[in-house]
């Protein structure tokens, strides 16, 4: 027997609203079955927002679930598709519900753009129709009349609309018929029983669905057949309803059910238990068979189901039952923190990031609903970075400042969601996020200028001094190179003179330098980084080149030139401390290399003369006398101040006589016996010259001292200095050992073997060297007359 039931579903064709539509305040809809496999193709995303499929790639679209970690669809970036990610199981997530929708939100980048996508779930007839019970017990009072109806637990069908049970049938038999009416199953007695003459019936019942194709359940309905119990348990209520809120205490008593019978005994007591309850609703509450007491057994979340619907069935002792529904409400409670996720980061980001540039996108979701799903989002530390809520629930993370890789390359940003709830409830995430460096710092020199110092006659190759140059940028941005700037020293490229690492920044000497030739000079050394534009910056080196002892002295006067020498005339009358003469020396090195002393060696009579020691005048000690020879022959040392000291020396012919006539005996101080006669006729011919113009002379100077009248020994202080002998470029300073530049000069003679002129100056005591005064040039000749008078004659 086929008995059609009346549901509130209405037929609808398989595959409804497969196609996609855009709803008008911008959401998007899909329909897809349920159990299909991975990559199935539910619709275009790119097609349905009227994008191209790679303008869609380049906004990188993400689909984000609302309110569950499980995604179940996901975007082909190649082709735009939304395929089908996991498997859909429309019972497990929606129950008996007759929509299932899965809502999504599509988040578009560069611009942000959010839409809403609501996947509506079509049910497959994958589940057959089941009875709660394997069999079904009634006892049935023979004296039950004809028409009695007796309510069977329906059959249930996890599918929903034309795939839930649609039909039942009811195995023919001699007694009962099948009559549906709404949502529940009557079995109709349609024969008076007879327990004497059948006290047990089985009877088979069918659950069909509608689906194609076509499922059913079966269950065997035994009716024992008794005396009357006439009457069915009654509840107090036909709809129950409790609120519970969520994480409540197992044994937390949730609604009290309760139903009475009219009869009495056995037939009075009623028990209550379930009917027909899915496994989650078993889990999470257990009923007391006597009390009717609903319990909590379990974790009642609100974030996994908001309500629940129980049936109860009441039964008394001798199998009537009747039913009614119990409605849960579980409230929310704040026991979600948020949570903060990062959708996308630039990292790193340039230094020269311009403040307000955007670079993250920051999700903030809360599980919970009402005000304890309202978040507030921000960053804690001081930072130069900050939150601008976007769309929805997420928060563009921008910059606020003027980022410096030199002073804090890495960031950790502590982003903090606080929700509304009481208590809220809080959580963050730290970010960490890096500077990338940019070529914005030039090399710096540790020193504005640097000085270096080296001594003459080094070797080539030699260290002069390093240069450092810091710069505080990153790998190659901070890579630093040294070079020379083009210049020249002395008229010569700079780089014959110096050349520098260009890792290292030690400067070498390329060539040895002499300090008579070149004292100090400058170069320019460059330091530029490997950036891109490079950077660079320049310093100055400063060169000075010290003296060494690397110059004897050299004796102006008297000079020994081939065989000639030259002779002094010193009067008899000479008084002691007279100066008789003066040895000449200059050294080509400088200070204190340059200080001469002047020592006789060997003497005729080491008494009668001495020399000062800094000025190399020889003067008498003590008063000539007639035992004194005439001839007198002084070796004279000049040793500088250097270390180790460089000596020169030469010897120097004094004759003591007042006439020159007497100087015949010149012949025998010849060095080469070859020449005696033509130095002897040399001789006399410079003693015949000699002596007229010293007749001349001392009219002069008498003249001049009567002038005076200043009475003055005539040969005293006077002294023939060869004017020949001293250098354009030298000049006496004092106690120097070198010419002074402010002697008188009074006279010429001419003595010797060969041609010279001499020059009497004015005598002045020793004095001690001064400490800053050394052998130093003069721009010009020694003028070949000082004052009114002058003479000269060659031989």
């Known amino acids: 027997m086929m008995v059609s039931k009346t549901t509130l579903f209405q037929s609808c064709s398989f595959y409804f609203l497969l ?21 199935f193709v539910i619709g275009n995303i790119a097609k349905e927002l009227g994008l191209k499929t790679t303008e869609l790639s380049n906004r990188r679209p993400r689909i984000d679930a609302d309110g569950t970690d499980k995604r179940y669809c996901d975007i082909n970036l190649s082709s ?45 007839n994958d589940n057959s129709p089941q009875f709660n019970d394997e069999s079904i017990d009634l006892e049935i009072r023979e004296s039950t009349v004809r028409g009695a109806r ?33 949502n529940t199953i009557e079995l109709v007695l349609d024969k008076e029983l007879d327990r004497e003459k059948q006290g047990d019936i089985n009877l088979v019942l069918t659950a069909l669905d509608g689906g194609s194709p076509q499922r059913s359940g079966t269950v065997v309905i035994h009716v024992t057949v008794l005396d009357a119990n006439d009457n069915a348990p009654v509840f107090s209520q036909a ?25 009495e005994g056995v037939n009075g007591d009623v028990t209550y238990d379930f009917e027909h309850v899915t496994e989650d609703v078993k889990k999470l509450f257990s009923i007391d068979r006597k009390l009717g007491e609903i319990r909590v057994i379990g974790d009642v979340d609100y974030e996994t189901t908001t309500s629940f619907e129980i049936r109860v069935k009441a039964k008394d002792g001798l199998g009537l039952s009747s ?60 930072v130069p970075f900050k939150l601008v809520p976007s769309v929805k629930n997420y928060y563009s993370l921008v910059t606020t400042g003027q980022l410096d890789r030199e002073l804090l390359s890495d960031y950790n ?125 320049n310093v100055t080196v400063s060169v000075f080149i010290s003296d060494v002892n690397d110059n004897s002295p050299q004796i ?14 010193v009067p008899k009358a000479a008084h002691g401390g007279s100066l008789v003469s003066k040895v000449i020396a200059v050294d080509a090195d400088s200070g204190q290399n340059a200080w001469l002393s002047y020592h006789i060696v060997t003497s005729t009579d080491s008494g009668l003369f001495t020399i000062g020691v800094h000025s190399g005048e020889i003067r008498t000690q003590r008063d000539i006398s007639e035992s004194d020879s005439m001839k007198q022959n002084l070796i004279v040392a000049v040793k500088d101040n ?65 002038r005076r009248r200043k009475p003055r020994l005539l040969f005293d202080g006077a002294v023939a200095i060869p004017s020949a002998y001293l250098p354009p470029n030298y000049a006496d300073v004092d106690g120097t050992g070198t010419l002074r530049s402010n002697y008188n000069y009074d006279a010429y003679l001419t003595t010797g073997s060969r041609t010279s002129d001499f020059k009497f100056v004015t005598s002045y005591n020793d004095n001690t060297l001064p400490a800053d005064q050394t052998l130093r040039k003069s721009p010009s000749d020694f003028a070949d007359v000082f004052g009114d008078l002058g003479v000269s004659v060659e031989s």
């Not at 969520?246 to 009869?263: I, L």
């Not at 403040?355 to 960053?379: A, Y």
């Not at 990338?436 to 080296?454: L, R, T």
């Not at 010149?666 to 015949?688: C, G, P």
């Open 150 to 182: 007796f309510v069977i637990g329906e059959a249930h069908d996890a599918d929903v609309g034309q795939n839930s049970v649609q039909q039942y049938s009811l195995k023919k038999n001699d007694n009962f018929i099948l009559a549906a009416n709404g």
């Open 323 to 382: 039913y009614a529904k119990v409605i849960i409400s579980i409230t929310d409670m704040n026991d979600n923190a948020p949570i903060v996720n990062v959708k996308s980061l630039t990292n790193p980001i340039p230094e020269n990031t311009t403040p307000g540039t955007e670079v993250g996108l920051i999700n903030v979701q809360d599980r919970d609903s009402e005000k304890n799903k309202q978040v507030h989002c921000s960053i804690q530390q001081n």
């Open 19 to 39: 196609l996609l539509f855009r709803m008008a305040d911008g959401d998007l809809s899909f329909s897809c079955p349920e159990d299909m496999k991975r990559g």
């Open 80 to 124: 735009g598709d939304l395929v089908v990610a996991d498997r859909i199981d429309r019972e497990r997530l929606c129950g008996e519900k007759a929509s299932c929708i899965i809502k999504y939100e599509l988040l578009l980048e560069n611009p942000i753009e959010l839409h809403r996508i609501n996947l509506h779930i079509q049910d497959i």
């Open 556 to 569: 102006l006067y008297p000079a020994l030139e081939g065989n000639s020498f030259m002779t002094e005339l």
């Open 642 to 706: 250097g270390q180790p000291s460089l000596s020169a020396t030469c010897s120097m012919y004094l004759i003591i006589s007042d006439n020159l006539a007497e100087v015949t005996e010149l012949k025998d101080i010849s060095y080469d016996e070859k020449n005696s006669k033509l130095t002897s006729y040399l001789i006399i011919a410079l003693v015949s010259v000699s002596t007229f113009f010293l007749t001349f002379i001392i009219i002069i100077m008498g003249v001049r001292f009567c």
């Open 413 to 537: 940003i502590t982003i903090s969601a606080t929700d509304e709830g009481s208590p809220p409830l809080s959580s963050s995430k730290t970010v960490q996020l890096s500077i990338a460096d940019i070529n914005d710092n030039p090399p710096v020199f540790e020193e504005q200028s640097y000085s270096a110092y080296v001594t003459e006659n080094n070797k080539p190759g030699s260290t002069l001094c390093s240069v450092t140059a810091r710069d505080p940028d990153w790998r190659q941005n901070g890579t630093v190179i040294y070079s020379l700037l083009p210049g020249e020293v002395n008229g010569a490229p700079v780089s014959s003179y110096v050349s520098v690492n260009g890792d290292t920044g030690v400067i070498h000497a390329v060539r040895s330098f002499d300090y008579e030739q070149l004292r100090n000079f400058k170069v320019q050394v460059m330091a530029r980084d490997n950036g891109s534009p490079p950077l660079s910056s």
């Open 239 to 263: 709809v129950y309803k409790a609120s519970l809120p969520e994480n409540s205490p197992v044994d937390t008593v949730v609604v009290t059910v309760s139903a009475t019978d009219a009869d």
